[in-house]
């Protein structure tokens, strides 16, 4: 829908709600992670609140990683990604987590050495993924 401003409003009651809860703090990260650069630090710093007071986890770790690459900090989202990998062992990577380390694999100037193998395992995990 691309409607940030309804969403922000959306947040506001949100807030007034209960500003500290999980998923009050969530909406605030995808919200600020949607209008960009201008925005990213403030949901790096929610991520990382969220990390020290319930633990990593794939999503968070996708999260962080997402704000990492809009501020262009691929090497600390490589770091997030990887991590999301390991936490997803058991039960398999998400295509979220592969999208991503593709996206920063390029960002990263990655030959299709590192990226080749994410695009395999995407595409034999996620065939019908659009």
């Known amino acids: 829908m691309d409607r940030i401003d309804l969403a922000k409003k959306t947040l506001a009651s949100m807030k007034q709600a209960d500003e500290e809860a ?3 703090q969530l ?3 995808y919200i600020n992670l949607a209008v960009g650069r201008s925005e ?9 609140s969220l ?3 319930y633990g990593n986890s794939p999503i968070l770790l ?3 990683a997402s ?3 809009i501020a262009g900090r691929y090497s600390e989202a490589e770091t997030c990604l990887t991590e999301a990998i390991s936490e997803e062992e058991g039960t398999g990577s998400s295509s979220d987590t592969l999208i991503n380390l593709v996206v920063c694999y ?3 100037g990655k030959g299709m050495d590192a ?3 994410v695009l395999e395992q995407l595409k034999r995990g996620f065939a019908s993924h659009p």
Do not use: F, K, M, R
């Open 22 to 24: 999980v998923l009050t």
């Open 27 to 29: 909406c605030s990260v």
């Open 40 to 48: 990213v630090q403030d949901a790096i710093h929610t991520l990382g």
């Open 51 to 53: 990390t020290e007071q």
């Open 62 to 64: 996708n999260l962080n």
């Open 67 to 69: 704000a990492y690459i």
């Open 106 to 108: 390029q960002q990263l």
């Open 115 to 117: 990226i080749g193998p």
